[in-house]
């Protein structure tokens, strides 16, 4: 979503409410913008029938999805290719990437003697991506056989998404993505096409709200049209209160204390 960091609340919330908010929509922006990524390298190689092919068939599809020139030809070690991007831009085909920067190495293997099931693994270095920093290491794959997308072509829009490097425990004050299931259709009647990023059906993680333990956070339903405001989604967060933020597709969230009742009503920097 547009910038979901940079917003105000209005109401009489307390500071916990208020604050488990703003955490909450900032740790659904970053699991956008990671989803986002791996759709851009997934996607793009996901017809490929051996790791070398998948690399053939994603390194020009991911430069389409970019300014042109704006990272030199990648470096392939076998399954394993290096990208350094250069300020790039996304234009169509690039699944939500707006801006990226730094150093990606993505390694794919086809992980099962079939050949029914495609991986993904991430890395990243000095990444800046969509306007925020922060180093990622992901792995994605899936969801259902590559054999059943000719017959139900939906399928292969659907991917899992996991943390590499999850918290040792929940009482790390740090956001962190445990799970992640969804596709990359583009919601019905998006103008933005392949512009718009993975639709979120379910994850779930941890996200940092303050000095202490970080919250339990799950989203489900989530999905946007473009750098628009969120069609759609449900945030739960979870610690010394339980907070539910819904998004409806307008310029304002409604979060909720689920113990209280109390609501307050959240401006997003987004356009509707």
């Not at 740790?27 to 997934?42: K, P, S």
């Not at 610690?239 to 409806?248: G, K, N, S």
Request: hydrophobic share 40%; charged share 20%; glycine share 12%.
């Amino acid at each position: 979503m547009a910038s979901v960091a940079a917003l105000w609340l209005v109401g009489c919330g307390g500071p916990d409410l208020e604050l488990a908010a703003k955490q909450s929509l900032r740790w659904v922006e970053r699991v956008d913008d990671a989803a986002a990524l791996t759709v851009l390298f997934y996607a793009g190689g996901a017809r490929g029938h051996t790791g070398d092919e998948m690399i053939s068939l994603a390194i020009p599809t991911i430069s389409a999805a970019l300014t042109p020139g704006c990272f030199p030809s990648p470096k392939v070690e076998n399954t394993r290719v290096t990208f350094d991007f250069k300020a790039c831009q996304g234009q169509d085909g690039s699944h939500g990437v707006r801006a990226i920067e730094g150093k990606v190495v993505a390694v794919y293997t086809i992980n099962d003697l079939t050949g029914d099931t495609l991986g993904l693994t991430l890395s990243t270095e000095g990444l800046m991506l969509n306007g925020s920093g922060g180093d990622l290491s992901l792995a994605a794959g899936n969801v259902f056989p590559a054999s059943t997308w000719p017959s139900t072509p939906e399928n292969e829009l659907a991917f899992h998404l996991v943390d590499r490097s999850p918290p040792a425990s929940s009482n790390e004050n740090r956001d962190a993505l445990l799970s992640f299931s969804g596709d990359h259709q583009v919601p019905e009647g998006c103008d933005a096409g392949t512009r718009s990023p993975p639709r979120i059906g379910a994850a779930t993680g941890l996200a940092s709200v303050d000095d202490g333990a970080a919250w339990t956070i799950s989203a489900s339903g989530y999905a946007r049209c473009g750098e628009r405001c969120p069609e759609a989604g449900t945030i739960r967060a979870q610690r010394e209160i339980a907070v539910e933020v819904v998004l409806d597709g307008s310029a304002s969230a409604k979060a909720t204390d689920l113990g209280s009742g109390e609501t307050i009503s959240v401006a997003l920097d987004c356009v509707p």
